[in-house]
């Protein structure tokens, strides 16, 4: 298998567009770079891109994609409580600061917070159902954010895509 390179690629946004550019032009380097470096920033400036388009459908709502994260990672107990460790362990971004990302999501009624019956040291958070409707809403806004970063390549290429992402890396 191998991923075709040559293709010309747009990604479009509401405030910007990205056209298929070599790292190198897109970073304004003049320096010659090796492949790894290629890769590392090529990963690092694609997450940028999908972050900011991401946080374009957020804004409105007054979530950052922590807080949507924390929120996600709720929904998915099904209505069961989980307790701040749970939820850190879970975060794609594992520096998040769990405790102020909840304090931000109780001032908005997404989630409540409860002592643990069982453990007085342990804080149980559970989305409500305002929590709920915001997931609920923002659904479909996500899955289309999803598919605008996924159309320009087939099933196979967006396997293997996935497939070299996970093997970078799990080193």
Known sequence: ????INKTVTFVSTNFTITNMKIEEAVKSTVKMGISKKVVLNI????????DSFSEILKPHDLSSE????????RGQKGCPANMFVIQERMLAKTSNTTRLVDKLLLKEFVTRAVCPENRRK??????????AILTELDPKVIEHEQKFAKNLDEQELEQLNYLLEKFRNQ
């Open 1 to 4: 298998m191998y991923i075709q």
């Open 44 to 51: 690092i400036y694609t997450q940028n891109v999908i972050n």
């Open 67 to 74: 807080q949507f994260n924390v929120l996600r990672i709720l």
């Open 123 to 132: 804080i149980e958070v559970q989305i409500t159902k305002k929590g709920l």
